[in-house]
């Protein structure tokens, strides 16, 4: 019997088709054929000149260290919250999801702002004949990855270890396995397998981050920044070159997945939860060990934010911050700037109402319609994952700038359309898997009673259905917005004058040298995002919030 | 009002048979229920005539309409889940609405039928309620009232009290009985609970592997079971082999602990093995004439007290009596075991079917 689920499903595959399968296949092509034919020539020109290849490397190293860093410091501070009561608790978890919050690249600049060549503690520790470390290159772009992605493995894995028995940490007492002997004895292996879909999730991040390693990285250059300068490179005919080099960063994300993948499955564990743990009182050493580390590493995040807030109220001469305050960086901002404020209110808005109502579309697909087209349309979904925002950015570029196949159909190149999309297709995978959450949450008899009561099955999926499914979907939603302002990998290859959103112009701006005002936009976008998370404090719970 | 008929039922899931050509009438008005053990197809019977579960082959009519085919939201049926599925968004007033609505009536009729059907399910004070502000037994009667307040032609429970405690399942399952009779509804009712299903049932089909093994009134199922796996399903029992002879036309029931008795009921039986099903409650002990048996271990219970003994072969057999302040018999006691021979039921070896009853 066909109905209305049937048709939905035919939307979302032919959605899939022409705005995922068809980009993406289209750039395979742009890789792997010129006007002469077949060729391998651009994967040759990648592996046989280090100037390339070193991206890779390069890309694997900030990327790892950043990972290991963000694990290490997000675990700790995820278990002494888990664990003790910790002055502040609120505000801190707030302060954290922040730092996690803002596009990386904004703390990169500000860090360049920082401890630059010219930066303020530079020369703070220089009168004082101290040198600071160099933070171009490796050292600045670990740092901004730490610092920006520690957040998302506290939020994770605090989740996870919220989730153990009391009882359990109990009998390890009882077993003489304490203190921090039981934490990584008995704790950590039980979130094993959070431990490797985040780090997972912070490693894909930081590998296709493109902003901060352009930034910052001065002569460090990276996979993502390769893709770009290679595809807006003055030099023309590159597009195939860099089809070519995403092609490749598509296939290791991939095997980096799938790696995660097995390995995650084989280290499942269910744990069911009847008491949960009881939060203690610190003592001693370890009460002030742990509040000096917290707040050491809080601080830190957040002091770009800060600073550039600081930043935005300086006088400004030209490219140089002067003596005094006033408010001409907003002003500037403002006079020149409004479309570009309400381009990123109207994009990403659009976008996200498309985005919640195809996720929960799919979810209920792959939830209570479960079979080959839809299992199929799971894994279709989950692509974007994968994808590299810049890589995303050019194979959709590639792909409608003159229409389908150079039909003329469908040619949104330019367009606010495609914007639009490239941000539904990226942040599906997010929307889909927190309404899944939350279907999986309401038992099937739930809609079946209402089916018994003479409710049709789009009635009960209005009326019922999405009502009990709200709070996640909410709360999905929200971190999707959030998501979707700071967005710069993409859009910065689809943007044009027109719009232009934010994120791309304060990237403009910073690279221009205009601080001031950069340093304006940045404010304005860090309150847009503390309004959203306040928000989402008031109708959901932090708690809830699933990467 | 109606009448359920199936004919000839076939459930598969994927190259799975569930249940196979299972027939079966529920007469109007009538309490049926469906009893097994858990994985016996007795759910994904009810979810057929419920219309969630496909059905592969058969015929399903309520009535004399065919309802095979027919979607879930146009059978008519009120439905009370295990989890009694109640909507958590609405109140409770809103929950038993919410059948009405769908029918389109007028606010008058549905506020009055609501009330109507709050305050006979004891909920009225409830009405403005969130479902997750009230207990288990009250959110079962949200359910059961929003079930019914649709005038449904046919109420399906599925395990409604599994998820209560003890006392409070007993007080439902009288609540459920009384509201059944007085709405008069013709009633389907899942339960892995045999002494639920004794209490409230009009008739009882006991299903095992998709099979109804036995289709009767409780006491035709207690007292004379189809087979010995009913036997065993239904209370306890204990079977012992043996063989039935015949002495002069009598018949002759020789165990084979050694205890031969007279059963003049099996007459007409010719000569062969058997299995004896005798209750623990069916034994005399300390009679003159019986079986050889010695006490092993007691369980005290209150009321009864539980023995567990050896008969003479080795067989392991339980006995109940009714307890007194000082225990009967010792551990280790022998006695003689006399049997209630009219009310123990004599199967075929294979157990397939009760000789007993003619």
Redesign the interface.
């Known amino acids: 019997m066909f109905d209305l689920w049937d048709a939905q499903t035919i939307l979302v595959v032919l959605l899939y088709v022409v705005f995922l399968i068809y980009p993406i296949a289209n750039l395979l092509k742009l890789a792997l054929f010129t006007e002469s034919g077949f060729t391998l020539e651009y994967f040759q020109k990648f592996f046989s000149q280090s100037y390339y290849s070193a991206t890779l490397k390069n890309s694997f190293v900030v990327s790892t260290l950043g990972t290991v860093f963000a694990l290490i410091i997000g675990t700790l501070i995820a278990y002494f919250f888990t664990m003790y009561s910790i002055a502040g608790k609120k505000t801190l978890r707030i302060f954290i999801i922040l730092a996690s919050m803002s596009a990386p690249f904004i703390g990169a600049y500000s860090w360049i702002l920082l401890l630059g060549r010219n930066g303020v503690i530079t020369n703070f520790f220089a009168d004082l004949g101290i040198q600071t470390p160099e933070i171009y290159g490796v050292f600045g772009i670990v740092l901004v990855f730490t610092l920006q992605l520690y957040p998302l493995i506290f939020l994770m894995v605090g989740g996870s270890m919220k989730k153990i028995d009391m009882s359990l940490l109990e009998a390890a007492e009882n077993m003489g396995v304490t203190g921090f002997k039981r934490f990584y004895k008995v704790i950590l292996p039980l979130v094993v397998p959070t431990l490797l879909s985040s780090s997972l999730l912070v490693f894909m991040r930081a590998l296709a981050d493109f902003g901060t390693p352009m930034l910052i990285g001065e002569g460090y250059r990276t996979f993502p920044v390769l893709i770009f300068n290679e595809f807006v490179g003055e030099v023309g005919g590159s597009a195939g070159f860099a089809s070519a080099i995403s092609i490749i960063a598509v296939i290791i994300t991939t095997i980096i997945f799938l790696i995660q993948k097995y390995i995650a499955n084989r280290k499942a564990i269910t744990m069911h939860t009847l008491r949960p743990i009881e939060i203690q009182k610190p003592k001693g050493v370890l009460k002030v060990v742990m509040h000096l580390f917290i707040y050491f590493v809080v601080l830190v995040s957040i002091l770009p934010q800060v600073y550039i807030m600081y930043t935005s109220f300086k006088n400004t001469s030209g490219m140089v911050f002067v003596e005094g305050y006033s408010l001409d960086s907003y002003r500037r901002a403002f006079s020149g700037m409004s479309d570009i404020i309400w381009n990123t209110i109207r994009i990403p808005f659009v976008a996200l109402i498309l985005t919640v109502a195809v996720g929960v579309i799919i979810a209920y697909l792959t939830v209570r319609r479960s079979n080959v087209s839809t299992g199929s349309i799971d894994i279709v979904s989950m692509i974007p994952y994968i994808i590299p925002g810049t890589v995303m950015g050019i194979a959709f570029l590639m792909a409608f700038n003159n229409g389908i196949a150079d039909s003329g159909i469908l040619a949104i190149g330019g367009t606010t359309t495609i914007m639009v999309i490239a941000l539904v297709i990226r942040r599906l995978p997010y929307s889909i898997r927190s309404s899944v959450n939350a279907l999986q949450q309401i038992?099937m008899?739930?809609e079946?009673?209402?089916?018994?009561?003479?409710?049709?099955?789009l009635?009960t999926f209005i009326?019922?259905t999405i009502?009990?499914m709200?709070p996640g979907i909410i709360a999905g939603a929200i971190l999707s917005w959030i998501t979707m302002i700071s967005e710069l990998s993409t859009a910065i290859l689809l943007y044009t004058v027109r719009t232009q959103t934010m994120t791309i112009a304060i990237y403009t701006q910073v690279i221009r040298g205009n601080y001031g005002v950069a340093g304006a936009l940045s404010t304005i976008l860090t309150l847009l995002t503390v309004l959203s998370l306040l928000i989402l404090n008031k109708v959901g719970r932090t708690e809830d919030i699933t990467m | 009002m109606s009448e359920i008929i199936i004919n000839d039922a076939v459930k598969r899931f994927g190259s799975i048979t569930v249940i196979k050509d299972l027939s079966l009438r529920v007469k109007d008005g009538q309490l049926f229920t469906l009893l097994g053990p858990s994985g016996c197809g007795k759910t994904t019977l009810l979810r057929m005539i419920?219309?969630?579960n496909t059905i592969e082959g058969g015929e399903f009519y309520f009535n004399e309409t065919f309802i095979n085919n027919m979607?879930?939201?146009?059978?008519?049926?009120?439905?009370v889940?295990?989890?009694y599925?109640?909507?958590?968004?609405l109140t409770v007033r809103e929950n038993v609405a919410?059948?009405l609505k769908?029918?389109k009536m007028d606010k008058e009729t549905i506020t009055s039928k609501v009330d109507h059907f709050l305050k006979l399910m004891q909920i009225y004070d409830y009405a403005d309620r969130k479902p997750d502000k009230l207990s288990g037994g009250q959110q079962q009667r949200v359910?059961l009232a929003?079930?019914l307040v649709?005038e449904p032609d046919v109420l399906?429970m599925d395990e409604p009290l599994s998820n209560l405690d003890a006392k409070l399942r007993v007080e439902m399952r009288e609540a459920i009985r009384e509201i059944q009779h007085k709405v008069g509804i013709t009633t389907v009712y899942v339960t892995h609970d045999q002494e639920e299903a004794m209490a409230i049932s009009d008739e009882i089909a006991v299903m095992k592997d998709g099979i109804i093994q036995h289709l009767g009134k409780p006491r035709e199922i207690y007292h004379r079971p189809q087979n010995v796996f009913v036997a065993s399903f239904i209370g306890r029992t204990n079977l012992l082999e043996g063989e039935l002879v015949h002495e002069n036309g009598v018949a002759k029931v020789n165990l084979n602990c050694g205890y031969s008795f007279l059963y003049p009921r099996l007459n007409d039986e010719k000569d062969q093995k058997i299995q004896v099903s005798i209750r623990p409650e069916d034994f005399l002990p300390g009679e003159a004439d019986g079986m050889k048996a010695k006490i092993v271990h007691s369980v005290y219970l209150g009321l009864n007290t539980e023995y567990y003994c050896v008969l003479e072969d080795g067989t392991e057999i339980q006995m109940v009596e009714e307890s007194n302040l000082n225990d009967t018999f010792e551990d280790g006691h022998e006695t003689i075991l006399g049997v209630k021979i009219n009310k123990i039921n004599v199967f075929t070896l294979d157990g397939s079917s009760n000789l007993s009853i003619r």
């Open positions: 038992p008899s739930t079946e009673a209402a089916y018994s009561l003479g409710s049709s099955k009635n009326r019922i009502p009990m709200l | 419920a219309g969630f979607d879930p939201s146009k059978r008519n049926i009120g439905m889940f295990q989890n599925a109640i909507f958590p968004h919410f059948g769908q029918r359910a929003r079930a649709i399906l």
